[in-house]
């Protein structure tokens, strides 16, 4: 139940899990802090630790949820993180840096949210007070056919309906088996999530 930390600049490895009362870290200098664990601890300014640690390589943000200064900055913070390398509940490395949690900002332009997404799809970005997600429209065999955004609470559309996705998914048959595109696996309402809908086949051998 910590409330106040600080620490000195030859710290390498910044670790804190699960201190919701912490309200003030001072650091004397993050010059070497090379891995960054912040798990289940809100009240932490992410962007001044991530942007401001030059040596960081490693980065595992669990339930994190800071507010960025502008579109710039926050640019600076998912390119950092983009460079890093991550960490799994074990310490293990992993190929990506690990970010879950949610980031606000007043505005962002959508090819920024696309990008986000495509690195972090775990990172819910929230504009001017309204939470986006991401709904993805797959193919069979996981190819991407149509994505677009959704505010929270909002439901799915269907997008060949719509006539945002022009032709109705396709399947190439095989030699014993034709495919003919049936339905979307799902059309969830009340989003609260990011989505993966995957096309459904009738299958005739």
């Given at each position: 139940?910590?409330?106040?930390?600080?620490?000195?600049?030859?710290?390498?490895?910044?670790?804190?899990?699960?201190?919701?009362?912490?309200?003030?870290?001072?650091?004397?200098?993050?010059?070497?802090?090379?891995?960054?664990?912040?798990?289940?601890t809100?009240?932490?300014?992410?962007?001044?630790?991530?942007?401001?640690?030059?040596?960081?390589?490693?980065?595992?943000?669990?339930?994190?949820?800071?507010?960025?200064?502008?579109?710039?900055?926050?640019?600076?913070?998912?390119?950092?993180?983009?460079?890093?390398?991550?960490?799994?509940a074990?310490?293990?490395?992993?190929?990506?840096?690990?970010?879950?949690?949610?980031?606000?900002?007043?505005?962002?332009?959508?090819?920024?949210?696309?990008?986000?997404?495509?690195?972090?799809?775990?990172?819910?970005?929230?504009?001017?007070?309204?939470?986006?997600?991401?709904?993805?429209?797959?193919?069979?065999?996981?190819?991407?056919?149509?994505?677009?955004?959704?505010?929270?609470?909002?439901?799915?559309?269907?997008?060949?309906?719509?006539?945002?996705?022009?032709?109705?998914?396709?399947?190439?048959?095989?030699?014993?088996?034709?495919?003919?595109?049936?339905?979307?696996?799902?059309?969830?309402?009340?989003?609260?999530?990011?989505?993966?809908?995957?096309?459904?086949?009738?299958e005739?051998?």
């Amino acid at each position: 139940h910590l409330k106040e930390v600080e620490l000195p600049a030859t710290l390498t490895n910044l670790t804190i899990q699960n201190q919701k009362e912490l309200e003030r870290l001072v650091l004397e200098g993050q010059e070497n802090i090379s891995t960054l664990c912040i798990e289940n601890t809100p009240n932490l300014d992410i962007e001044q630790l991530v942007n401001n640690s030059p040596s960081l390589s490693r980065v595992r943000l669990i339930n994190a949820n800071w507010e960025a200064t502008s579109q710039e900055s926050l640019r600076q913070t998912i390119d950092r993180l983009k460079s890093c390398v991550g960490m799994d509940a074990n310490g293990n490395n992993t190929n990506k840096a690990v970010v879950v949690g949610r980031v606000a900002i007043k505005e962002i332009t959508n090819e920024f949210l696309e990008e986000i997404n495509d690195n972090f799809p775990e990172l819910i970005v929230v504009v001017d007070g309204v939470a986006k997600f991401f709904v993805r429209y797959l193919n069979s065999d996981n190819t991407l056919l149509y994505r677009y955004t959704v505010n929270e609470g909002e439901y799915a559309i269907d997008p060949i309906i719509s006539g945002d996705l022009k032709e109705a998914p396709f399947r190439e048959d095989t030699e014993d088996t034709l495919y003919e595109y049936s339905h979307w696996s799902e059309l969830p309402t009340n989003i609260s999530k990011p989505y993966n809908i995957i096309a459904r086949y009738n299958e005739t051998y």
